[in-house]
């Protein structure tokens, strides 16, 4: 086929590309070293490349040759060689754990920088252009969290909008929200952004010392959405992890029992609404979008009934008996919400206070929370992205992953939330990695442009492909080839050609 001659610039995806060591092998899929890899457009060519991010985990593991840091489905062990008191040294400088830097989820833009992420407190800046590895940014230094979100939003002025949780000062655990500015002011050029790092505002944790585990949050026009779901990490399991001989994984648990909080943050006053907003247990990991309407704020996730989508991916269970084993015991569910920020205080207890018209409820309880019941939109997609103009705003298009009742995609998919109708591409034995759309320059309609998705084989002998879709209709406009291993990845984004700063700049 052909690509549209506008389509310039690089798709830069990561994900984990190296799973055993030596002899050592990561217990899970999530564990992997990082390997990032990118597709470059350049006046109708596409140029791959790909490089193993050079984090000092890497080199560690490397020159040991065998795993010694510590992943959070793998706990690494020193030398057992080593004398006694080395030993006993290693696992107390353990309880408050030296996080990996083997930033293997997304790609971020901070200023003109783009940085490879994961969910700790280390970020590692990147060349997209040559994909060689930069510097380290440790969160910390700027703000006090010590596990981040990788996927962050960006506002209108492009500044980065973030969420970390904060597990120090004496069980004061909570979770804050932090900006990243775009730009430095001019007499501190040779500064970095993040030296301007400043918190929004927190939310305290619900209990101290279980926090809960959140991959992303939500965003409109005047609010920050953030869920906390009973999906929790164990804070003093965690420290003594090491010890007891367990990954941190293991300090994970969900509650089905529990409620899944919703806080809204004005981000003009930095305040929460101080109304409580709660619906069933449910785990979740992606934020679709989420807009204002009438008084309401409306948001759609993609959530589960249970936490069976991480136990999936332990290396133990992707044999090739993959697909039989990886039935999924909860399918993921498009959720929409809608919870009315302004409604009649003398309502009546039980009645619903949601004026839009929508299958979504929000009931008035006897001691003033609000219970929220969803609508669901559609079920079976995952890794959803939507034309970013459209971020905060009303929107009708959702692109994602086709997953059904196994975790490994086999379709992409356009999803229509106002008709709910789907569009699909799909072939046989194909696995495809999340879609990124790419707006048309000048284009007027949310879904005028194309999206990209890389497409693994499930024979290996058969060459991986990047696929380029038409948006609109969904029909191929041309595919790629490319001529070596290519694997599964997370997450990744698309960089146009003018927002790529040239070496000389």
């Not at 004496?170 to 790092?197: A, D, M, N, R």
């Not at 939330?417 to 000048?442: A, N």
């Not at 380029?468 to 290519?486: H, P, S, Y």
Request: charged share 25%; net charge negative; hydrophobic share 35%.
């Amino acid at each position: 086929g052909q690509l549209p001659s506008w389509l310039q610039g690089i798709l830069l995806r990561n994900g984990p590309g190296m799973h055993s060591i030596g002899e050592t092998k990561y217990n899970h899929w999530f564990d992997g070293l990082a390997l990032l890899h990118s597709f470059t457009f350049k006046n109708g060519e596409v140029y791959y490349r790909s490089k193993f991010l050079r984090s000092d985990t890497y080199n560690c593991n490397i020159e040991a040759n065998r795993i010694v840091v510590s992943e959070f489905g793998t706990m690494a062990y020193p030398d057992p060689c080593k004398n006694i008191f080395a030993k006993a040294f290693s696992y107390l400088s353990h309880t408050i754990p030296e996080f990996t830097d083997n930033c293997l989820i997304n790609i971020m833009k901070a200023g003109d920088d783009f940085y490879a992420t994961g969910e700790t407190n280390f970020i590692r800046k990147i060349n997209p252009e040559t994909l060689e590895t930069l510097e380290k940014v440790d969160y910390n230094k700027y703000v006090a969290v010590n596990v981040a979100t990788s996927h962050p939003h960006y506002d209108s002025a492009g500044n980065v909008l973030n969420m970390g949780t904060s597990i120090v000062d004496k069980g004061k655990t909570k979770y804050l929200l932090f900006k990243i500015p775009s730009s430095v002011p001019e007499q501190e050029k040779k500064k970095s952004c993040f030296k301007h790092v400043e918190v929004v505002c927190s939310i305290p944790s619900r209990s101290l010392l279980h926090p809960s585990y959140y991959h992303s949050f939500g965003i409109t026009e005047n609010y920050i959405i953030f869920i906390e779901q009973p999906f929790r990490l164990d804070i003093v399991k965690m420290g003594t992890a090491y010890i007891r001989g367990v990954t941190w994984a293991s300090c994970l648990a969900f509650n089905k029992d529990d409620k899944t909080w919703f806080h809204f943050i004005d981000r003009k006053t930095k305040k929460e609404v101080p109304t409580k907003f709660y619906t069933d247990a449910m785990v979740f990991f992606h934020h679709i979008n989420a807009y204002e309407e009438d008084g309401h704020i409306i948001f759609d996730i993609i959530a589960y009934t249970d936490n069976s989508l991480y136990d999936m991916f332990y290396l133990k269970n992707l044999d090739k008996n993959f697909e039989e084993n990886s039935k999924l015991t909860s399918i993921p569910t498009c959720r929409r919400f809608v919870v009315p920020l302004q409604y009649d205080k003398d309502a009546v207890v039980d009645s619903n206070l949601v004026t839009l018209p929508t299958a979504a409820t929000a009931v008035k309880e006897k001691d003033g929370s609000i219970y929220c019941q969803p609508e669901i939109l559609c079920e079976g997609i995952e890794l959803p992205r939507i034309n970013y103009d459209y971020n905060g705003k009303k929107y009708k298009y959702v692109f994602a992953t086709h997953v059904q009742w196994s975790p490994i995609p086999t379709k992409i998919t356009k999803f229509n939330t106002q008709t709910k109708e789907m569009l699909q591409w799909g072939q046989d034995d194909c696995w495809p990695s999340e879609p990124v759309f790419v707006p048309r320059p000048d284009a007027k309609e949310e879904d005028d442009g194309v999206v990209l998705t890389c497409v693994v084989k499930t024979d290996p002998k058969d060459p991986p492909f990047l696929l380029v879709l038409d948006a609109k209709t969904f029909t191929e406009l041309c595919r790629a080839t490319v001529n070596v291993e290519m694997h599964m990845d997370l997450h990744g984004m698309f960089i146009p050609q003018q927002a790529m700063k040239t070496e000389t700049e």
